[in-house]
Nanobody, 122 residues
Framework: QVQFVESGGGLVQPGGSLRLSCVAS??????IGWFRQAPGKEREGVSC????????YYSNSVKGRFTISRDSAKNTVYLQMNSLKPEDTAVYYC?????????????????WGQGTQVTVSS
């Protein structure tokens, strides 16, 4: 069982930045993905970092604006979000498939955080 604590969401103006955090015990052994879900839309993958950090992945919609990283000493994975757009508005979730490898399909992720709301609006 993996339990996540997410934080960092909020209201930001277009062009602004936020940093989301995902904390859990023994986070180093897991691949961690970030997903988002906007009202009326399906959950979509945003980014993922593999266990060994040899693989980091981004959706085309966030590539060049978002950066995923780990701080092993703090058992934390971050999602730095820059140049935010209104279409980035969603609830953001961190999740793990339960092993060290990223997956594209959200249904392959076994453990999920509670989500944090990100709203981009002027």
């Amino acid at each position: 069982q993996v339990q996540f604590v997410e934080s960092g969401g909020g209201l930001v103006q277009p062009g602004g930045s936020l940093r989301l955090s995902c904390v859990a015990s023994n986070l180093d052994v897991y691949a961690i993905g970030w997903f988002r879900q906007a009202p009326g839309k399906e959950r979509e993958g945003v980014s993922c970092i593999s266990r060994s950090e040899s693989g980091t992945y981004y959706s085309n919609s966030v590539k060049g604006r978002f950066t995923i990283s780990r701080d092993s000493a703090k058992n934390t994975v971050y999602l730095q979000m820059n140049s935010l757009k209104p279409e980035d508005t969603a609830v953001y979730y961190c999740a793990t498939p339960g092993d060290g490898w990223c997956r594209h399909n959200p249904y392959e992720y076994r453990y999920w955080g509670q989500g944090t709301q990100v709203t981009v609006s002027s």
